[in-house]
């Protein structure tokens, strides 16, 4: 139980030793809180945007030796506007919430905050999903002398190893960045949660 939790308790609780707070001043402490969560969802989406675009502006040594069709890189650059427009919508939950005075708009802001980081790590999943898979697939068949040369020397069965390998790889690619935003977003989403759960409570 933290410290929210024993607050609302006296609260409720006439006979309480500790001074008794009232509903208004229960209420801003679940706004500052969930305030200042939202804020730190929106930066970190912005630290990530930051790190991508570094990333793709270095252009590491391994993109030099292998020569990607042009459709992936524009299949690649449209993955920054849709997280530039998550972002956008991040920051707009967060001015909500920080104007919110009411304790229902609130709860409706905080599911809505919610609900779009799930969409977000969804999308990034299912995007990098498909752009790691086609990328190493492509650069496998580049170092192997290119898709026609590999098309022409690789058997049925080999085929199958290597789209059942790659498809593993990328398995496991996605499982270290679900876990990586687990610990970015899902440890705020459950402290988002607790907050709704609390509001809901005091409405009650």
Known sequence: MDGLDLLKKDWENNESKYPKLSYHEIYKMILKKSSSIVKWIFYISLFELSLGLILAIINPTFENEVE?????????????????????????????????????V????????????????????????????????????QLEGGITAFNDATSLAKYTVVIIVILLITVLFLGIIYGIYYLLYGLLLKRLKQNYSELKSIEE
């Open 68 to 104: 990607y069709p042009q459709w992936l890189d524009i299949f690649s650059y449209i993955m920054f506007p849709i997280i530039f427009y998550f972002i956008y919508l991040f920051y707009r939950n967060y001015k909500k919430i920080n104007a919110t005075d009411n304790a229902k």
């Open 106 to 141: 609130l709860m409706q802001n905080i599911l809505k905050t919610r609900r779009t980081v799930r969409y977000y790590i969804l999308f990034n999943l299912l995007f990098g999903g498909i752009f790691f898979s086609v990328a190493s697939f492509i650069a496998y068949t």
